[in-house]
């Protein structure tokens, strides 16, 4: 019985090392791969931006998510298994927005409301446990891509970046402003 008991004691951690050695395998192979797409994407040109929510500009749901894909010729926007392509030439405008947003929280402790009671009684815990409002600021980049349509009317595409992340969108518009070539109409009023 005690050599049952002692080879499974042995067994129990052998198991564990083997599936950790398994999984960390298997991620090494996913990371691979994931480096071999990049290098090809860099040498054919492609910069990859994901996720983004799509506000609005496409035929797909506010708030989707999106993957932005700027080639050398095109912007690719894949939404809700659609897939929209941009040719960069009819892009006349981009812009990074920043949007702002002040968020009002509640916030009570008890730890506070214990050492209250402990250093005032019951009224130290009253007090010391009373919820507190707090302020935190949340910043939002939006991306808007100006381009001419197919049938030479004006459109407008809007996207934004997932919490927390904020850097997404500015990081494509600088892509995008960097293969562009943005041109001033003349226009007589």
Known sequence: MEVMSGVICLMIPAVFIVSCIYFILEQSKEWKKEIKYRKEDKAKGIVRYTPLIHV???????????????TPSDLVLVCMGKEYTLPLNRISYVTCN?????????????????AGAAVFGVNGAVIGSAPSTRTRLQTQDRAVIVYRSARREESVIVLRDVPPNRVRCSALIDTLRSRIQIRTEKVQL
């Open 56 to 70: 609005s500009g496409l035929e797909a749901v506010e708030g989707s998510e999106c993957t932005a894909m700027v």
């Open 98 to 114: 920043e949007n702002i947003q002040e968020e009002r929280y509640v916030t009570s402790s008890t730890a506070k409301g214990v």
